[in-house]
């Protein structure tokens, strides 16, 4: 690991524990929101300067960025009209991940495990649907019913296409990506209950605590993957 890396992780891992702390100790300090801007920005240093020439996306990059625009559009109260904008790039993000997991996979084995690809869908629209039943009360509380049901169909099609890329070419990478596509569900759906349902001092410290892994595992195991599909153009 070159010296840049060493002091980007740093600073990175700094950054994580100040926000952490602070969303424990303080959640509506000016530390929590000045650490939170940090996050992504250092997140995509570290993948731009870790990810061989072969392996990186700028897809990957992009969606790290929309990640950093919505960590500022969530810095707003829960029923600020910066919200829609805020879920509409982590939206914008997670169709980027999505292309990056479909081009790893190949699109000829879209064709090949068609059928595998249909029991994935049904397993994540079943647990989109079961999730929906918790949270469309908080969805109508905050007239976001449209934006939240296609938000949330995203995270189906997110974890759908990472475990249909496990499945594809089974690594440790591959499902890293899965582990952190799954946690990003999670993550999602705690924000949900934190801003519409119950506060709960616990809430803040455990949203950023599995929004920071979802995001670091994802880019992760694609900096890392073991690409098997030949590209004659990185996107």
Same mark, same amino acid.
Do not use: Q, R, Y
């Given at each position: 690991m070159s010296k840049i890396l060493y002091i980007l992780l740093t600073l990175y891992l700094i950054t994580i524990s100040i926000q952490l702390y602070f969303c424990y100790y303080s959640e509506d300090s000016l530390g929590r929101k000045i650490s939170k801007i940090f996050l992504m920005p250092l997140l995509g240093s570290l993948y731009y300067f870790g990810?061989?020439? +072969?392996?990186?996306?700028?897809?990957?990059?992009?969606?790290?960025?929309?990640?950093?625009?919505? +960590?500022v559009f969530l810095l707003s109260e829960p029923y600020s009209p910066l919200i829609k904008p805020g879920i509409f790039t982590f939206f914008i993000g997670h169709v980027l991940y999505i292309i990056s997991y479909i081009r790893e996979t190949g699109y000829h084995n879209y064709k090949k495990y068609f059928i595998v690809l249909l029991i994935y869908s049904s397993i994540f629209i079943y647990g989109g649907t079961f999730a929906f039943k918790y949270l469309k009360d908080g969805f109508r509380k905050g007239n976001m019913m449209f934006p939240g049901v296609c938000y949330l169909a995203m995270l189906m099609i997110l974890n759908t296409t990472a475990n249909f890329y496990a499945f594809t070419y089974f690594n440790k990478y591959t499902l890293i990506i899965c582990l952190g596509s799954f946690i990003f569900f999670v993550s999602d759906f705690i924000l949900v209950r934190k801003m519409f349902y119950e506060e709960n001092r616990y809430y803040q410290i455990v949203l950023m605590a599995t929004y920071i892994l979802a995001q670091s595992l994802i880019c992760y195991g694609l900096a890392h993957r073991k690409s098997r599909v030949k590209l004659t153009k990185t996107n």
């Open positions: 990810t061989s020439k +072969d392996k990186f996306s700028k897809n990957v990059l992009l969606g790290i960025i929309f990640g950093f625009i919505g +960590d």
